[in-house]
């Protein structure tokens, strides 16, 4: 099991916990919602839970809760800029399809 984070990933997470002034590192989950019923959740991570799977890719810790982890595991996170717009974008190997606006995946 894992997650992993590209290169470009990794130092936009880094360079948005220094501007923060700390935090563990990037937590990583999906909530349901969206028309293809699921949603990636992207935040810092302040505290690792109990159950929590912790992965560290390029120097950064990412925290995933095990309720997340049977949906997202496996799943590459890339930070992608296309003319002004800029985001988290996610390879994942269990979503079998996807919203027309990429904003929600279905396994």
Do not use: W
Request: glycine share 14%; net charge negative; hydrophobic share 35%.
């Amino acid at each position: 099991m894992a997650i992993t984070l590209t290169d470009r990933a990794a130092e936009h997470v880094r360079q948005h916990l220094q501007k923060r002034g700390g935090g563990l590192g990037l937590r990583l989950g999906v909530k349901r919602t969206g028309c293809s019923g699921l949603a990636y959740v992207v935040n810092y991570a302040d505290e690792v839970a109990a159950d929590d799977a912790v992965f560290e890719t390029g120097g950064i810790k990412v925290v995933v809760d095990r309720d997340s982890l049977e949906f997202i595991d496996g799943t590459e996170v890339d930070y992608v800029r296309e003319g002004l717009n800029e985001a988290f974008s996610f390879r994942n190997p269990n979503a079998a399809g996807e919203c027309g606006c990429g904003e929600s995946f279905n396994v």
